[in-house]
Structure formats: structure tokens, C-alpha cells
């Protein structure tokens, strides 16, 4: 097996607007892969193509050797690419109506069939090890936004995923909450399972990350090794981003 | 010619016209049955991208909320039977209470249909989103994820859906059944009105009793089923 992800020239428009002109991948077991880049430059859309929760126009999507062609696919192709991948969201999107217990365990039952007493033993432990074990039977509206980003985790770690897809994890949390929810993902990556990771995290992604991606205008610009992407990159458009990124107050006086 | 009035005789009255009270339940029922098979379908097609299936499903809606159900009582009960009469079906045998149940049906079921409409929109999409990203089925998303959120956030506009439900089955009075309202003309035909203000008092009070009932059975259901759960809108 070559390569645990493959994305073939993603094209993928909303309306008049082309957000992504195709972009290639190739994501080898146990990378670890952020995806940094202004907003607008079509990171969360291409996560979002992955798992067909937005179809692209157009090229082909491969996860663990099953590949689903962007163009003509079933819904049931899609099903089986879905449960190859587990998604964390930006606004967590925890199902409301069940605890957090339920949460982890909705996808073993519905999904994985396995039996209830069984789901429930393994999602406590997974929940254990986020740190959760004490808020097993709350709802997520009762949980701080750290919490319920760590449980998000836990119901996308427990399906055992090929692939997990993280779509901007920490970016509607208060900034204190931040520092819990990357250890945690931090903890993940180091179990070896693969990870595509859209983030504004620099300093998380020269931590953790095996190989950066830069993207911008619905392109891939840069990638390669985040000592190389985010200390010395080639681009001219990889720079100018991280230097508004790092220091915004520089940003302000080159524009002024 | 001066009338005497009788107040004390109301509590009396009660026992007598909630004789009646089986019809009403029954055409209560069969109605908010029909009503919301009827309006799931309808929500069905509004939502539908099928231009067709949208266009009928709210031409619908309109046409039903625009017609005042006495209206249609009276096309239906009266104009009905004249049509199919002409083609030949002989309608005679259809009972009267089959009648208010369809035409009760019919006007309640675009009430319902928003109100599903409204529920099914309410809950954020995020939510279908992390169902299919474990990898759950469009139904299977549905059943155990947004069906039960929608429903929290519809439980209010049911109740009162079903308590303007309740109060329309007076309506049945109008092609002679025996319902509630129907009862208590009766009763006070029997002793040639001379009584009727103490009995329609009578039944306008068990009307007002049952709607604050239902009124608070509502509240306490919906406390119930969203405890501790945020509401679905966000």
C-alpha cells in the first residue's frame, strides 16, 4: 500500500466561485499533515471533500486504497469512504440530544454494530483518556468548549479511522481552552494514526506536524517539512502569510 | 319578557355534555392522526429540491391556511357528495364524523407541516455533518439524530397546534354530530333554550378546562425532553 490518503486534482466550485483548482495529495500512513493557509484559500473545503461532505467537481478521492471518483459516485461508496475517515469539527457539533457517553458510542452501535454493553466499556475508556471520565453522562451543552472538543476527539478516535480530519479544532475555543484541546491532539498523533490537520496553530504545527502544506487561491503553493515551510520558506506568499501570522502589529506597518 | 337566570345549575350541566365526550376525543384523535401523516408528507415534498414537488407541497399550504375550515366543512360535506353523485359514487353511506375528520385533517395538516418545516430547519446542520462523518446512513442520521432534536423544538408549536385542534372540533356541531358543543344544543333545544346561556357556560368552561390542561401537559413534556440538552437552535 502506498499511500494511506490520494487526492487527484480536486476541483470543487460553490456557484461562480471556484475554491479549489485542483490540488493533489498524497498522505502516507502515519503523517501527520497541516494545512495552514489564509482564510478563503479552500483548507476547510478540501478537508471537506475528503469525506464528501462536500462532493468535488471533479478528480478522485482515495482513502486506504478505495478510491471513489469525485464525478460519478454512489451513496453507498460514499458511506464506505466515510467510515474509513472520522471528522473533528470546528464548532465540535456534538449530537445535542445524547450525553457524551452516547455521543462516542452512536457511531460503534449505529455504525459499527457492535453490542451496546461492549460500545459503552471501550467509549468509557476512551473517554477516560481524554479526560472525561468524570463527564461521561452530561449533555454537551453543559461541558466547556475544551471539554467538548476533547470528546469530539474521542467519538472520532473510537471508530479506529484510517484517517482523521481535523477542521480548525481549536479555532472557536477561548484561548485559555486552546492548550488542553492540542495536548490532547498531540497525544493522537503520537499513537502513529494518520492526520489532516487544518489549523492556525503555527507553533502546534511545528510541534507535531510531519509535513506542512501551504495553501492559497485554491491551491497548493508550498509544502514540505515544517522546519523548512515555517522557518525558511521558498514562497514569497508562504512568507508574507507567516509573517502576518506571527506578528501582526509588522503586517499592519508593510501595508500602511 | 324577562329571563332568570339560573347560575348555580351550570356545575349540572357538566356531567351531561361530557356524555359527548368520546365523539370529541374521537374526532380530536383521528384528526391529529391523518393531520400529521398528512403534513409529513407535505413537509417532505416543501423541502424537497424537486421544483414540482415544492410548488405543490406549499400551493398546498397556502390554499389550506387561506380557507376557513367552516368553509370547507361545508364544500366538503355538502358539495362533495353532489360531485361524486354526478360520476356515478353514491356517498350517503359515509357518516358525518368521517367528514369533520377529513376536513379537520386537511386544515390542521398545513399547521403541521410548518411546523415540521420549521423543526427540521431549526437543527443545525453540523449535526447531520458529524452523523455522516461516523460514517451513519441519510435515514440512520435522521432517526437517531435529527428527528429526535426537531422534535424538541416542535413540541410547543404541537401543543398548540392540537389545543386549535381541540377547539375546531366544536365545528362538528355544524353537520349534526353529537360532539360536545353538539350535546350541549341539544340539551338545551330539549328545554326550548330557556336554559341555554348556563349550558353553553357549562361547556365553554370544560373547553377552557381541557385547553389548560393540554396547555400545561405541553410545557411539562417539552421540560422534560430537552432537560439538559441545549436547544437545537444555536
Same mark, same amino acid.
Given at each position: ?117 461492549? #460500545? ?11 479526560? %472525561?471520565? /468524570? ?19 474521542? *467519538? ?48 502546534? #504545527? ?47 506597518? #508593510?501595508?500602511? | ?63 389550506? *391556511? ?6 370547507? +366543512?361545508?364544500? %366538503? ?36 407541516? /410548518?411546523?415540521? !418545516? ?9 449535526? *447531520? ?33 392540537? +389545543? ?20 350541549? !344544543? ?9 336554559? *341555554? %346561556? ?23 413534556? /417539552?421540560?422534560?425532553?430537552? !432537560? ?7
Amino acid at each position: 500500500m502506498a499511500n494511506m490518503v490520494e487526492l487527484k486534482n480536486i476541483h470543487k466550485s460553490f456557484g461562480d466561485n471556484h475554491i479549489l483548482k485542483g490540488v493533489d495529495m498524497s498522505i502516507k500512513k502515519g503523517e501527520v499533515v497541516v494545512i495552514l493557509g489564509p482564510s478563503g484559500s479552500g483548507k476547510t473545503t478540501l478537508l471537506r471533500t475528503i469525506n464528501f461532505l462536500d462532493a468535488a467537481d471533479e478528480g478522485s478521492v482515495s482513502v486506504h486504497d478505495f478510491t471513489v471518483d469525485c464525478k460519478k459516485h454512489s451513496k453507498s461508496q460514499v458511506i464506505e469512504l466515510r467510515r474509513k475517515t472520522a471528522m473533528v469539527f470546528q464548532n465540535y457539533n456534538l449530537f445535542q440530544n445524547k450525553t457524551i457517553l452516547e455521543n462516542v458510542m452512536e457511531g460503534l452501535v449505529t455504525v459499527k454494530k457492535f453490542k451496546k454493553s461492549d #460500545a459503552e466499556k471501550v467509549s468509557r475508556e476512551i473517554l477516560a483518556k481524554v479526560g %472525561l471520565a /468524570e463527564r461521561c453522562d452530561f449533555y454537551p451543552s453543559q461541558l466547556s468548549g475544551g471539554q467538548q472538543q476533547r470528546a469530539g476527539i474521542a *467519538r472520532a478516535l473510537i471508530l479506529d479511522p484510517d484517517v482523521i480530519l481535523f477542521d480548525e479544532p481549536t479555532s472557536a475555543l477561548d484561548p485559555e481552552l486552546v492548550g488542553e484541546v492540542l495536548n490532547t491532539i498531540k497525544a493522537v498523533a503520537q499513537t502513529g494514526i494518520t492526520m489532516i490537520v487544518v489549523t492556525h496553530e503555527i507553533a502546534f #504545527a511545528k510541534e507535531v506536524a510531519s509535513r506542512v502544506v501551504f495553501m492559497e487561491g485554491g491551491v497548493v503553493v508550498e509544502e514540505g517539512k515544517p522546519e523548512e515551510i515555517l522557518v525558511a520558506p521558498k514562497e514569497p506568499r508562504t512568507q508574507q502569510f507567516l509573517r502576518r501570522i506571527t506578528n501582526p502589529n509588522a503586517a499592519e506597518e #508593510a501595508t500602511a | 319578557m324577562g329571563h332568570t337566570y339560573d347560575f348555580k345549575s351550570i356545575p349540572g350541566y357538566i356531567p351531561k355534555i361530557m356524555k359527548a365526550f368520546p365523539v370529541t376525543i374521537e374526532i380530536l384523535l383521528l384528526s391529529l392522526l391523518f393531520s400529521i401523516i398528512i403534513g409529513a408528507i407535505v413537509t417532505v415534498g416543501s423541502l424537497s429540491k424537486n421544483k414540482v414537488c415544492n410548488a405543490i407541497s406549499k400551493g398546498y399550504i397556502s390554499f389550506m *391556511r387561506g380557507i376557513p375550515t367552516l368553509v370547507l +366543512i361545508f364544500l %366538503l360535506y355538502l358539495g362533495l357528495p353532489q360531485v361524486m353523485n354526478s360520476i356515478g359514487v353514491d356517498m350517503s353511506g359515509v357518516s358525518k364524523v368521517a367528514y369533520i375528520v377529513a376536513c379537520l385533517s386537511l386544515s390542521t395538516s398545513a399547521n403541521m407541516a /410548518e411546523m415540521m !418545516r420549521a423543526a427540521y430547519l431549526a437543527v443545525d446542520k453540523g449535526q *447531520r455533518e458529524a452523523a455522516f462523518s461516523v460514517g451513519m446512513k441519510g435515514f440512520t442520521a435522521f432517526r437517531r439524530i435529527i428527528f429526535p432534536q426537531a422534535f424538541g423544538v416542535a413540541i410547543p408549536t404541537l401543543g398548540n397546534n392540537i +389545543i386549535m385542534l381541540f377547539k375546531e372540533t366544536s365545528l362538528a356541531f355544524t353537520v349534526g354530530v353529537i360532539d360536545l358543543l353538539g350535546k350541549a !344544543r341539544a340539551i338545551s333545544s330539549a328545554s326550548y333554550g330557556t336554559n *341555554r %346561556l348556563e349550558v353553553y357556560i357549562a361547556t365553554g368552561i370544560i373547553f377552557w378546562i381541557i385547553c389548560f390542561v393540554l396547555e400545561n401537559l405541553s410545557k411539562f413534556i /417539552e421540560k422534560q425532553y430537552t !432537560r439538559g440538552r441545549k436547544k437545537a437552535t444555536s
